[in-house]
């Protein structure tokens, strides 16, 4: 079974420039996760798909951050413009059952460098 | 909100001897405790969890706890291996899976 894809696994930009990252779950998960991990922190969950829906993105930047589910499948997570505390790894997940308390895999994440 | 405390952030021992790693947590609604291990350049794999209806899970080397009345959980590792050099993470989730909190990480160092 093949794992959570994501692309590209490094990115360097500039401040105040665009980003976009890109991910593919496991066939069959119904809920994606989309994780930012600091340097020396654990991962911090920016937004919950379930399906193509939002079902938390308490924690997400809003002003400078989206994300989108498209049908359900693929996910894309989008900084503009990103800032210096950006830089960070960006982990996607995903897991089987909707909404249920279940194990979380894990993509190999995209390192982001903000300079 | 939930908050996951971790101890201690760097770990080192020898190869052979055991390894203990603790965490807390503050929602008493969290009743799914998974543990993911981090190697280098890689995502958090997870490798042994526990619900809220168990006090203790064990696998071959890995065994985690849990008390609910204290809102404490621990992972053993026992004849630690080199390959078990990594970053390990607790964390705690609600019902029906939602937000997951992390703990900041152990690293952990086996000496050959």
């Known amino acids: 079974e093949a794992g959570v894809a994501q692309s590209p696994r490094y990115k360097i930009i500039e401040k105040r420039q665009s980003v976009a990252f890109w991910c593919n779950p496991i066939?069959?998960?119904?809920?994606l996760y989309w994780y930012q991990q600091i340097l020396g922190q654990g991962p911090k969950l920016l937004i919950q798909?379930?399906?193509?829906?939002?079902?938390?993105d308490s924690q997400l930047p809003k002003d400078r951050f989206s994300a989108e589910r498209l049908k359900g499948v693929d996910s894309t997570l989008k900084i503009q413009p990103a800032k210096l505390e950006d830089s960070a790894v960006y982990l996607c997940?995903?897991?089987?059952?909707?909404?249920?308390?279940?194990?979380?895999?894990f993509g190999p994440g995209t390192r982001l460098l903000v300079l | 909100g939930e908050n996951v405390e971790q101890h201690p952030s760097t770990l080192s021992v020898q190869e052979g001897d055991s390894a203990v790693i603790k965490c807390t947590y503050s929602?008493?609604?969290?009743?799914?405790f998974p543990w993911y291990k981090q190697e280098l350049g890689k995502g958090p794999q997870l490798i042994i969890d526990i619900r809220s209806n168990v006090g203790e899970k064990k696998d071959q080397r890995i065994a985690v706890t849990l008390n609910k009345t204290a809102k404490h959980f621990s992972l053993h590792i026992t004849e630690t291996q080199p390959e078990d050099s990594a970053v390990y993470f607790c964390?705690?989730?609600?019902?029906?899976?939602?937000?997951?909190?992390f703990g900041a990480g152990t690293r952990l160092f086996v000496k050959a």
């Open positions: 066939s069959g998960h119904a809920t």
């Open positions: 964390a705690a989730s609600p019902s029906r899976g939602f937000k997951t909190i």
């Open positions: 997940a995903s897991s089987l059952p909707p909404g249920g308390v279940e194990t979380q895999y």
């Open positions: 798909f379930q399906n193509n829906g939002v079902v938390d």
């Open positions: 929602d008493s609604a969290s009743n799914y």
